[in-house]
Structure formats: C-alpha cells, structure tokens
Nanobody
Framework: QVHVVESGGGLVQAGGSLRLSCTASGRFFSTYAMGWFRQAPGKEREFVAAITGSSGRTFIADSVKGRFTISRDNAKNTVYLQMNSLKPEDTAVYYC???????????????WGQGTQVTVSS
C-alpha cells in the first residue's frame, strides 16, 4: 500500500495562485501514475489532472485547462498541481491518488490521501 499525503491548500482570492503538493511513499514512485481530483460540497469527486509515471505525460480536465498544470519530481516522490487564475468554482477538497494508469476514472487509483482544502473567495 502506498501512503499519500497532500499539502498546500488554503484560502486565496479569485485570480490568485496556489501550488498543491502530493507525496507518496515507496521506492517505485516513478512507476506510479498520479492523479488529482477534487470534490466540492454536495458534488461528486471529479477529475482535475493526471500524469504518467516514467514519461510524465499529462492530462488536464477541460474545466481547468490553461490554468492548472501537473508535474512530478520523482527524486522527491512528489507530484505538484500548480493552480493559477483561481475562480470561486475551484473551491473544493483536492485529493491525490496513486495508481497504475493515468486516467480520469477514480477506480484506476488504488491509494488516496486525505485531501487538502482549497477555498477561493470572490
């Protein structure tokens, strides 16, 4: 089992930026696909971004394309989600998942962190 921990959430004004970090345990981190999802109150968890293991190919949801980027540092066992031009509708708990396939499907991720709250004020 992979232990996943998110950090970097907080309160920011609309138009501002935040960078979320996700650290995963294990010496095979470079082989894990990593994904970011978010869940707003009363809504289902939705895909935000994903990145493959070794090649670092990225996938971004249309709702955040052009504003969010995902990257990874395998030497630090860490994945980042850079969020720019934040909007109030980006307010949610952001979760990081580790899996075998970089996918928009939640079921493709085996291990999850506890989430980090992002609140964007208008």
């Amino acid at each position: 089992q992979v232990h996943v921990v998110e950090s970097g959430g907080g309160l920011v004004q609309a138009g501002g930026s935040l960078r979320l970090s996700c650290t995963a345990s294990g010496r095979f981190f470079s082989t894990y696909a990593m994904g970011w999802f978010r869940q707003a109150p009363g809504k289902e968890r939705e895909f935000v971004a994903a990145i493959t293991g070794s090649s670092g190919r990225t996938f971004i949801a249309d709702s955040v394309k052009g504003r969010f980027t995902i990257s990874r540092d395998n030497a630090k066992n860490t994945v980042y989600l850079q969020m720019n031009s934040l909007k109030p509708e980006d307010t949610a708990v952001y979760y990081c998942g580790a899996g075998r396939l970089a996918s928009q499907a939640i079921d493709e991720y085996d291990d999850w962190g506890q989430g980090t709250q992002v609140t964007v004020s208008s």
